[in-house]
C-alpha cells in the first residue's frame, strides 16, 4: 500500500516559554504529516486499510458527524488507496452541507446521511447494502476505535526519543492514547486530556484495547473539556489565539486547543513538577476550526 505520510515528523521545542517553571517542552507536529490525512487519523486509519486490502474488500464504510475529521481522512484514504468509500453520518441532511462533508464529496465518499438513535447503534442503513456489496465491504469504526487503530498508533512511538518524563495528548475515542501506552518505556507518565464531558468511560474504553499489564498505567484528566465535545468558551478562542502569537502553532477547538490549554494550566500549578521533560502529541484536526465565524481565530 503507498505510504502517504513523511519520512521525518518535525518537532518543535518551545524553549523558553516554560523556563521560568524549570521544565521542557517539545511538540510532536503530526498535524503536518498530510494536508487531508492529519495528525493521528492516519495512524489510526493505516492497519484497517492493511487488514481491508489482505481481505480483498473493495468498499470501506466508517461513520461521522458533519465536521469528522475521521470522516474525512478516511475519504482522503481511500481516494488515494483506490478504495470505494462509504460514509454514514450523524443526523439528517442538511441543506446546506458543512465544508468537511463539501470536502468528503470531492474525494467521492458516498454520503448515508442517519437519524440519531440509529447513529448511535452504528447502524447501516439498508440503502447501503442496496448499493454496495456487504461481503466486499469492510467497517471501521467510529473515530477509527479498535485494535487495530491502537496498533497503529503505536507507531507514533516511534517518531520521538525515549528522554521525555511525560507525554501528553488529547483523547476522543481513546484509541491514539492507548497507541502510545503501548509504546512508553518505564520512565515514561502517559496524561489523556478528555475532550468530552462526563465520559468516565474512557479509561475501560482504553483499558479495552491494552494487555493486562498495562491497564491503568496512565492518568486521565475530565476538567479540561469546556463544556463537552466541540463545546467552546471565549475563554478557549482567546488562549488558541494567544498560544498561536506566542508559538506560531495552530490549534483546533475540538481537541488541540483544549489539550494545550490543559498543559499550560498544568505546569503553571505545578502538577508537572520541576525538571519535567514534557512530549505534547499535536494530532491535527484542524480543519474542523471551519465550523467558526470567520475572524473567530487569527490562524
Same mark, same amino acid.
Given at each position: 500500500?503507498?505510504?502517504?505520510?513523511?519520512?521525518?515528523?518535525?518537532?518543535?521545542?518551545?524553549?523558553?516559554?516554560?523556563?521560568?517553571?524549570?521544565?521542557?517542552?517539545?511538540?510532536?507536529?503530526?498535524?503536518?504529516?498530510?494536508?487531508?490525512?492529519?495528525?493521528?487519523?492516519?495512524?489510526?486509519?493505516?492497519?484497517?486499510?492493511?487488514?481491508?486490502?489482505? #481481505?480483498?474488500?473493495?468498499?470501506?464504510?466508517?461513520?461521522?458527524?458533519?465536521?469528522?475529521?475521521?470522516?474525512?481522512?478516511?475519504?482522503?484514504?481511500?481516494?488515494?488507496?483506490?478504495?470505494?468509500?462509504?460514509?454514514?453520518?450523524?443526523?439528517?441532511?442538511?441543506?446546506?452541507?458543512?465544508?468537511?462533508?463539501?470536502?468528503?464529496?470531492?474525494?467521492?465518499?458516498?454520503?448515508?446521511?442517519?437519524?440519531?438513535?440509529?447513529?448511535?447503534?452504528?447502524?447501516?442503513?439498508?440503502?447501503?447494502?442496496?448499493?454496495?456489496?456487504?461481503? #466486499?465491504?469492510?467497517?471501521?469504526?467510529?473515530?477509527?476505535?479498535?485494535?487495530?487503530?491502537?496498533?497503529?498508533?503505536?507507531?507514533?512511538?516511534?517518531?520521538?526519543?525515549?528522554?521525555?518524563?511525560?507525554?501528553?495528548?488529547?483523547?476522543?475515542?481513546?484509541?491514539? @492514547?492507548?497507541?502510545?501506552?503501548?509504546?512508553?518505556?518505564?520512565?515514561?507518565?502517559?496524561?489523556?486530556?478528555?475532550?468530552?464531558?462526563?465520559?468516565?468511560?474512557?479509561?475501560?474504553?482504553?483499558?479495552?484495547?491494552?494487555?493486562?499489564?498495562?491497564?491503568?498505567?496512565?492518568?486521565?484528566?475530565?476538567? @479540561?473539556?469546556?463544556?463537552?465535545?466541540?463545546?467552546?468558551?471565549?475563554?478557549?478562542?482567546?488562549?488558541?489565539?494567544?498560544?498561536?502569537?506566542?508559538?506560531?502553532?495552530?490549534?483546533?477547538?475540538?481537541?488541540?486547543?483544549?489539550?494545550?490549554?490543559?498543559?499550560?494550566?498544568?505546569?503553571?500549578?505545578?502538577?508537572?513538577?520541576?525538571?519535567?521533560?514534557?512530549?505534547?502529541?499535536?494530532?491535527?484536526?484542524?480543519?474542523?476550526?471551519?465550523?467558526?465565524?470567520?475572524?473567530?481565530?487569527? @490562524?
Amino acid at each position: 500500500m503507498q505510504q502517504l505520510i513523511i519520512d521525518t515528523i518535525r518537532i518543535y521545542s518551545l524553549k523558553n516559554m516554560y523556563q521560568p517553571y524549570n521544565v521542557e517542552v517539545d511538540i510532536l507536529r503530526l498535524d503536518e504529516i498530510h494536508p487531508v490525512i492529519s495528525g493521528n487519523k492516519w495512524f489510526k486509519l493505516k492497519e484497517y486499510l492493511h487488514e481491508a486490502e489482505r #481481505e480483498g474488500k473493495k468498499n470501506i464504510l466508517t461513520f461521522g458527524g458533519a465536521w469528522s475529521n475521521h470522516i474525512l481522512a478516511t475519504a482522503a484514504a481511500c481516494n488515494l488507496t483506490n478504495f470505494n468509500s462509504i460514509g454514514i453520518v450523524r443526523g439528517e441532511k442538511a441543506q446546506n452541507l458543512s465544508a468537511t462533508l463539501e470536502d468528503v464529496l470531492k474525494l467521492k465518499m458516498k454520503l448515508f446521511f442517519t437519524e440519531r438513535s440509529s447513529y448511535a447503534q452504528k447502524k447501516v442503513p439498508e440503502e447501503v447494502w442496496h448499493q454496495y456489496k456487504q461481503e #466486499e465491504t469492510y467497517i471501521i469504526p467510529e473515530g477509527g476505535y479498535g485494535l487495530a487503530g491502537c496498533s497503529g498508533a503505536y507507531d507514533i512511538g516511534n517518531y520521538y526519543s525515549k528522554k521525555y518524563s511525560h507525554v501528553i495528548t488529547a483523547c476522543g475515542t481513546g484509541t491514539t @492514547f492507548a497507541g502510545l501506552v503501548k509504546a512508553a518505556t518505564n520512565n515514561e507518565k502517559l496524561i489523556g486530556i478528555s475532550v468530552l464531558k462526563n465520559h468516565l468511560g474512557l479509561t475501560t474504553d482504553i483499558n479495552q484495547l491494552l494487555p493486562l499489564y498495562l491497564q491503568n498505567q496512565f492518568t486521565i484528566m475530565n476538567d @479540561f473539556h469546556f463544556g463537552g465535545y466541540a463545546k467552546i468558551t471565549k475563554e478557549l478562542i482567546s488562549f488558541m489565539n494567544s498560544y498561536y502569537l506566542q508559538t506560531s502553532i495552530p490549534t483546533d477547538i475540538v481537541y488541540t486547543g483544549k489539550m494545550f490549554y490543559a498543559v499550560d494550566q498544568l505546569i503553571k500549578i505545578n502538577h508537572l513538577p520541576a525538571n519535567s521533560q514534557i512530549l505534547i502529541i499535536h494530532t491535527g484536526g484542524l480543519q474542523g476550526n471551519r465550523s467558526l465565524p470567520k475572524g473567530t481565530l487569527i @490562524f
